[in-house]
């Protein structure tokens, strides 16, 4: 118990997870990021990426969203935020395409498409 | 006096009236309890999202340069007000509250020279306003079709209320909603949600921790404030459904009770008539036999 810290994620419309772990790693907006018991107080975007909480092996799929961590209290607010096992194949080839589709639209901004490449290669990296 | 027919017509129809505002009421019990959970869920989001943002404004390092969202344009001049309504009736005073609250700050407004903007999110509310305030409605969203508002119709709204303030068309909005405090009370709010009204919350609070911000504040609260818009509209809708529910379950109960208490006294007037016409056939034939 001593080196657990909650871990929560909140999406408008439910609270979708809390728990105690130890460990999660965050795909932060400047790199990936672990976060361990006793962290900085902390203020983060999300890019799309794998949420992943080591104990339990569970992994969500996030594409935006807001990072809170203060007095051991790790909150994520995402409005995307979804666990992999509910992701099947139809699902994540429909939100491939989305994105690819967006990506050869021209008004475009590189922020944007940065932040689309990395949609479109961590949903390829799925092993479903 | 209306006839044994007519009566007897009218206890029938009250009655039907009675079944469906019975039934209406047990549709509204169970589906305010389902918007009830839904309103009780979206809380902690909008109530954390306001927690970091107020983190975020404190620990800005240059006030000046601050998001316009968050501090304003500066002037007070133009004010849009977004009035969520329902797009059902037969809810009690639910939608009147809501526009008799919009319509004296639309005065306000009016009285102090300064001008007015209106969207509309339910024909409820369009409806009741338009006759007076028409022509200053710029946009009427409804989501009738919807059987659930999710995140996405908050969004749309919020988009298209962020879309103007960038095009500088207004400088202040306000959001009316009814708030959910209970089954039988909800209160109609106005809510400030440009610039961001942060001092009610301020004093709850005192504690602030030394953030590390990645990328820095200015960017967090340029990608946060919008979604922060997004998120207030979608809390009101929330707050909003559920309150019709019970409005409308409150609302239901009492016609249902109402129309019990007709039915009683159509039914003691039909009895009374009844007798009052068999004692009047009976004295006419006593009569009858007497003077033979």
Redesign the interface.
Known sequence: MSDKFTFEIISPDKSIMKKDTTEVIIPAYEGEMGILKDHIPLITFLRPGKIKIKDTNEEFFVEEGIVEFANNNLLILSSTAKNISEINKGSKEALIANAEKRMRESEITDKEKYLLSYKINTLKNFSL | MPSLDDLKKRIKSVKSTQKITKAMKMVAAAKLRKAQE?AE??R???K??Q??IL??TRSISDPKNAPKLLVGTGNDKTYLCVVLTADRGLCGGFNTNICKLAKTNFKKILNEQKNLKIITVGSKGFDQIKREYGKFVIKKYSFKEKKQI??EE?DTVGNEIIRLFNKNEFDKCILFFNNFKNVITQIPQAQQIIPADNKSSETTEENS???????DEDE?LE??LP?NIS?QV?KAF?ENAASEQGSRMTAMDNATRNAGDLVDKLTINYNRSRQASITKELIEIISGAESL
């Not at chain 2, 921790?209 to 990328?215: D, R, S, T, V």
């Open positions: 839904n869920k979206g902690p989001y909008s954390k999202m927690n970091i983190n975020l999710t995140f908050a921790l030394l953030y590390e911000f990645e990328p967090i990608d946060l979604k998120t979608f929330l």
